[in-house]
């Protein structure tokens, strides 16, 4: 159903292409996201919520941090400009917001020197071409909500650094319709976003130009937005559905207060629910499911406030004023533009436990929406294919007790030789050793593979789902399902089922920075309060192991982790292997579990 959905998206692009987008132009800067009726709102929002008087006080203190710094400079990390292209981007937001805001020309100033420090950059490292549309995202904020300051020598050059070194970057892209322009993931998103935007703030200098340029990025953006079709999950993660719903709500909203119009891209399948995920694949313990090259932490989404306005949602506001209220997240500009005062918990809303999304066949499953110590189970099928896909078919978190006992370890450092290419499945982190699921004859799985959850059912005293791995290794294996089940909300139980033509060696594992006991087939986890009681059901003969997590240099030695095992008396070919794990504390006995083992055909 998501591919058909997909392909339906595809062979119906933006249907105006024949009309003119900039029909409606708003004739006045500022044109994008915060418009100048905003500003009273802002400053009332300020008064009168403590939350956003805080955002406000954060982001003073950054302007002022921001007076003593360098500009930025041409310097690249890799490939990559993109952390110079960042801080520009984040220095402008809050230097011209708080311009705007209080009207002191300290900020006006520094803002341009930023502005010019880029502006005489050789390029803004279009082979790289995130790095481009952050820097023109920039200017298009710069240019557009200083605008009424800038002399008009000021403006001729900030615009002709959009034009140049920005928007005519991207006119090949566009043209030979490549790379990011008809891709389905974040590239797309940010690149038609950060060009959008700059499109939209010069458009009525550059009419012409910037016509065909949004015409295009109307027409590219929905293949994107079709991956977040059926219910709003995200297949590159965590991490990337931050940059990709971000990068769509900025190009959204400059759509909207530029031209009065998104052209109905908010309304694409599954869009609407995409805040909805982020809040389930965050956890009491604030981490996230970090699967496909993404940091446990969960940080910051200003878009949330956005999303909540625009479709309604408070609980949406709720998540992100949560975030806010954490001393290690960094409060934006856009927090303070976007803020709502109105939230509302997902327990005071109604919400489920428990929940899946379809296309990205994740789900999550917790025994509390208000206990900081709630147990929290995050499970993963999915498509290989993906971006920043590692090779993690079954894989799984496992929170409580506020903390994380079964941890994804996230990305290597991008800079590795080959990380993005042919060298990507031979570093620890990508490969499937170091994930916790099934490992077959210490082999990867297939990079091409794919997984589906073919069954689940969710109710109060028991949650489980059952997924079919048998592509992950298509070689070895004639059939291998996987299940998780939370049973009476205070245990986990991972089952697996194998049928193979051949004898193999399947290894059972869970990488962890807990302290592990062992003792043949029983297993005890602990971190300062809390313990894990883990136990092999079946097969008889099973054992628990540990053994290391430390690949060669010069990748991540992924200090103070290890991996829990459980080896099997010999090869198999019929497998049916079932793990039970019991948070509690570590003061008290672990509760009884009542489950007795049984074939997932029978869950």
């Keep these: 159903m998501r591919s058909l959905v997909a392909i339906l998206f595809l062979l119906a692009p933006y249907a105006a292409e024949s009309a003119d987008p900039l029909a409606t132009l708003r004739p006045s ?12 709102r802002i400053r009332e929002t300020i008064r009168s919520s403590a939350q956003a008087r805080k955002i406000y006080e954060a982001l003073v203190e950054e302007a002022s941090r921001i007076q003593t710094a360098a500009p930025v400079e041409h310097i690249l990390i890799g490939p990559r400009l993109l952390a110079q292209s960042r801080r520009c981007l984040d220095r402008i937001y809050t230097l011209a917001l708080l311009y705007r ?82 891709n389905r993931f974040n590239w797309n998103q940010v690149c038609n976003g950060g060009i959008g935007l700059g499109a939209l703030a010069i458009a009525d200098e550059e009419p012409e130009l910037c016509r065909r340029v949004l015409n295009w990025a109307l027409e590219s953006l929905p293949r994107a937005l079709a991956s977040y079709a059926p219910d709003g999950g995200w297949p590159e993660g965590p991490g990337y559905w931050h940059y990709a719903t971000r990068y769509t709500v900025y190009f959204l909203a400059g759509l909207e207060t530029a031209l009065g119009t998104d052209f109905s891209l908010s309304a694409r399948p599954g869009f609407r629910e995409a805040g909805r995920f982020r809040v389930y694949f965050t956890s009491p313990a604030d981490k996230t499911f970090n699967y496909a090259d993404a940091s446990d932490s969960v940080g910051g989404a200003a878009e949330m406030f956005w999303l909540a306005r625009k479709f309604n949602e ?70 290989l294919k993906v971006g920043h896909s590692q090779l993690d078919l079954g894989t799984f978190v496992l929170d409580a007790g506020g903390t994380r006992w079964a941890m994804d370890l996230g990305a290597d450092d991008y800079n590795l030789p080959g990380y993005f290419g042919k060298e990507r499945w031979t570093y620890y982190r990508n490969r499937t050793e170091s994930h916790n699921t099934l490992l077959i004859d210490g082999e990867n799985q297939d990079p091409k593979a794919e997984a589906v959850i073919i069954r689940h059912n969710f109710r109060p005293e028991l949650a489980w789902v059952v997924m079919d791995l048998s592509k992950a290794y298509p070689a070895r294996v004639k059939r291998q399902w996987r299940g998780f089940a939370l049973v009476d909300r205070r245990h986990v139980v991972v089952e697996d089922e194998l049928e193979a033509p051949q004898p193999v060696e399947a290894l059972w594992g869970m990488v962890t920075d807990a302290e592990i006991k062992t003792e043949g087939s029983r297993a005890e986890l602990s971190k300062p309060g809390w313990k894990l009681s883990a136990r092999i059901l079946a097969p008889q003969g099973a054992v628990f192991d540990v053994v290391s997590t430390t690949p060669p240099p010069p990748q991540n030695p992924n200090r103070g982790t290890r991996k829990l095992v459980v080896r099997l008396p010999g090869k198999t070919a019929d497998l049916r292997l079932v793990v039970a794990m019991t948070p509690h504390r570590a003061n008290e006995r672990a509760p009884e579990l009542s489950w007795k083992p049984r074939p997932l055909s029978q869950w």
């Design 314 to 383: 408070p609980v949406y506001a709720w998540h992100q004023q949560r975030r806010l209220e954490n001393p290690r997240v960094r409060p934006e500009a856009l927090d303070l533009v976007w803020y709502q005062q109105e939230g509302r918990s997902p327990q005071q809303a109604g919400w489920p436990l428990d929940a899946l999304f379809r296309g990205v066949e994740v789900a999550f499953m917790r025994s509390s929406w208000e206990d900081p110590d709630a147990i929290f189970l995050g499970v993963k099928a999915g498509d």
């Design 101 to 182: 805001l209080d009207g002191k020309r300290e900020y006006l100033d520094r803002a341009l020197r930023e502005l010019r420090a880029a502006a005489q950059f050789p390029d803004w490292n279009p082979s790289h071409f995130l790095d481009t549309a952050e820097m023109t995202h920039a200017f298009a904020i710069g240019y557009d909500w200083l605008y009424p300051a800038l002399s008009e020598e000021e403006r001729r050059w900030i615009r002709q650094a959009i034009i140049e070194k920005g928007i005519r970057q991207a006119l090949p892209f566009y043209e030979q319709q490549r790379s990011w322009v008809v």
């Design 29 to 40: 800067h500022p044109r994008l996201i915060a418009l100048n009726e905003d500003i009273p």
